[in-house]
């Protein structure tokens, strides 16, 4: 437990899609919620629907912004003393050939989804492990196992940040504070909104299976370390 009688969850991308769905879900396990994301009001909404109007903490940043990040850690460090479960959510992609995919696109792309991460856990990793325990459990994908025509920099950012998580994993070993990672394959969230394609999305994963996932890897016996769980639709890949 944090200082406070509840646990505080850190969420990133809380505003919307996966990250509000996994928020939700955590308030109802009993968590506070500290929620970062680029626009104040989405993540108004989503302690509202949360429970959480007046205890949760928003935390307006881009996770692509070091100095916002040490400043977010600052905050949830003097209100809880340190995160109890970091779940970094946030996420972009966009999708073209390689020759089509320009050098801004391909670069915000993996900077959000992969040093992003890096960014948010490296600001709130020190206190969590002074602490002695601490969870982290980022959300890969699909595309961090196999490659997908016209995704090459969502790919890419994915393979990364399973190997950062693989890295990490090796260095967290005696600290108390665990990794777990998600592999949701596609999931019926808004970021299909703004793509090109038709995609059947009835044949998606719900993206409360995504936040029930993340359930389990909490419930699992203090014996046990569930360090990947894999989720995929029913009928195959999309």
């Known amino acids: 437990m944090s200082t406070e009688s509840r646990p505080?969850?850190?969420?990133?991308?809380?505003?919307?899609?996966?990250?509000?769905?996994?928020?939700?879900?955590?308030?109802r396990r009993g968590y506070d919620l500290?929620?970062?994301?680029?626009?104040?009001a989405p993540l108004e909404e989503t302690l509202e629907l949360a429970g959480q109007r007046e205890g949760g903490l928003i935390l307006p940043c881009d996770v692509r912004d070091a100095v916002a990040l040490e400043r977010c850690a600052e905050e949830v460090q003097a209100r809880w003393g340190a995160a109890d479960?970091?779940?970094p959510a946030a996420g972009v992609t966009a999708i073209a050939p390689v020759e089509e995919t320009s050098p801004d696109d391909f670069a915000a792309i993996v900077d959000t989804n992969l040093t992003g991460v890096f960014l948010l856990v490296r600001a709130l990793l020190p206190a969590?492990?002074?602490?002695?325990?601490?969870?982290?459990?980022?959300?890969?994908?699909?595309?961090?196992?196999?490659?997908?025509?016209?995704?090459?920099?969502?790919?890419?950012?994915?393979w990364g940040l399973a190997g950062l998580v693989a890295a990490l994993r090796e260095e967290l070993q005696g600290t108390g504070v665990k990794i777990s990672a998600l592999?949701?394959?596609?999931?019926?969230t808004p970021i299909w909104d703004r793509l090109p394609g038709e995609w059947n999305r009835a044949a998606m994963v719900n993206p409360r299976e995504v936040a029930r996932a993340i359930g389990y890897v909490l419930d699992a016996d203090a014996s046990t370390l569930v360090e990947e769980v894999h989720l995929g639709p029913a009928g195959g890949a999309l």
């Open 85 to 87: 479960l970091v779940v």
């Open 8 to 27: 505080v969850a850190v969420v990133s991308g809380g505003g919307s899609g996966l990250g509000r769905e996994i928020a939700v879900e955590l308030a």
């Open 183 to 188: 592999y949701p394959g596609a999931t019926d």
């Open 128 to 158: 969590m492990k002074k602490r002695g325990r601490g969870w982290i459990i980022p959300l890969l994908s699909v595309a961090a196992k196999r490659g997908f025509p016209g995704w090459s920099a969502y790919c890419a950012s994915k």
């Open 34 to 40: 500290a929620l970062m994301g680029r626009r104040q």
